[in-house]
């Protein structure tokens, strides 16, 4: 291969809006032949909001004061409703972050776990209420105090505008699209059907990400992997393109082989048509 389109093709790729690390980059996107992107803040903007809350205000303060210590973007929602509805929050002892489930801690003698029902518990009429918001495409967080589950809180994120036309361009390319999230079935399927992809992989705990590209590839798929948070990394640098928003953190910019600048999935369409053209120059 000549560099020399490899180069120019580096530099097409700045005017769309493509950060490549390395002119050999485009090489490796060639025999993609498999999409998975993460969901939030990827396909869904990742700033998401309380939408429901089916709480007492004294657990809703609990559990914003345990969300206050969290950068995740659900904790962030949880934290400031909290705040706007109960006034600043308490302070939170022994706090702990668990990877993929949620969040615990200490706060005014009790113990306050938020997240998943394997970490919190459940009762039959959470559950309902559970089922309800996830149809809907939301993420449903429950509340625990004392080891009693008490309170469910509905925390909606939206799709990006681009989204479904981007994902559609994908397939126009021959890729498979996947899904692949953290979050649960229900509410992954809904945003998966929103923007036409009919595969999903979810509940799948952060550090099992980088597994499931490794199994598609055991498979015999040629993988591209789009992410944005630091749970992403892994599974970035495992993938045989690894593309990170833009605007997502430096830990998954580092991980990747391309950054998509502006956060647009049509930048992954882009990505991919460009390195097929420029390999088509040196041919
Ligand atoms: P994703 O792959 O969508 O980025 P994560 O792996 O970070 O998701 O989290 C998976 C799920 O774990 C979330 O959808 C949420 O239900 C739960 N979770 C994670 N962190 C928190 C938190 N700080 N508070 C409440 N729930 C959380
Ligand atoms: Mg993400």
Known sequence: ATPTALLVGTGRGAQLGLLIKGPEILESTRKVDTIVLDKTGTVTTGRMAVVD??????????????????????????????????????AVDAFVNRAGLGVEGDV??????????????????????????????????????????????????TVKPTSAAAIAQLRALGLRPILLTGDNQETARAVAAEVGIDEVIAEVLPADKAAVVARLQSEGRVVAMVGDGVNDAPALARADLGLAIGTGTDV?????????VSGDLHAAGDAIRLSRATLRTIR
């Open 108 to 157: 005014e003698g009790h113990c306050v776990q938020v997240g998943r029902a394997a970490l919190t518990g459940s009762t039959p009429q959470l559950d309902a209420a559970r089922a309800d918001a996830e149809a809907a495409g939301r993420t449903a967080v429950l509340v625990a105090v004392d080891g009693a589950p008490v309170g469910l809180i509905a925390v909606a994120d």
């Open 252 to 260: 998954a910019i580092e991980a990747s082989d391309l950054t998509l």
């Open 53 to 90: 809350v089916a709480a007492e205000d004294d657990v809703l303060r609990l559990a914003g004061a345990v969300e206050a210590a969290s950068e995740h973007p659900v904790a962030r929602a949880i934290a400031a409703a909290a705040e706007e509805r109960t006034g600043t929050l308490p």
